[in-house]
């Protein structure tokens, strides 16, 4: 069974910085290209980064420069250290393969975790 969990949201205040893990179930993380996403109230859910297999890396034009990708295949993890936080960062954080995993025709996500910059 498939399994996304992220973790290492939380409050920050604008120019922070935080480290968010996803850990993969089975061997999604070691196998695939990987993704983190985020989603805002009212707002689909949007592609920042995404790492390869091979470990080139892509960033949006939003966080390119500020948000870092990468991947520990010995953990089946995936992290996103983010820095120079800013209040439109703010947002629910989720990773996943890219393109995201389906099943039965419906995309499978995990919890994702919170990210909320404010001072």
């Known amino acids: 069974q498939v399994r996304l969990v992220e973790s290492g949201g939380g409050l920050v205040q604008p120019g922070g910085s935080l480290r968010l893990s996803c850990v993969a179930s089975?061997?999604?993380?070691?196998?695939?290209?990987m993704g983190w996403y985020r989603q805002t109230p009212g707002k689909q859910r949007e592609f920042l980064a995404r790492?390869?297999?091979?470990?080139?890396?892509i960033y949006v034009t939003s966080v390119k420069g500020r948000f870092t990708i990468s991947r520990d295949n010995s953990k089946s993890t995936v992290y996103l250290e983010m820095n120079s936080l800013k209040p439109e960062d703010t947002g629910h954080y989720y990773c996943n393969r890219v393109p995201a995993i389906t099943r039965d025709g419906r995309e499978v996500w995990g919890q994702g975790t919170q990210v909320t910059v404010s001072s």
């Open positions: 790492i390869t297999k091979g470990g080139s890396v």
């Open positions: 089975g061997s999604i993380a070691n196998t695939y290209d």
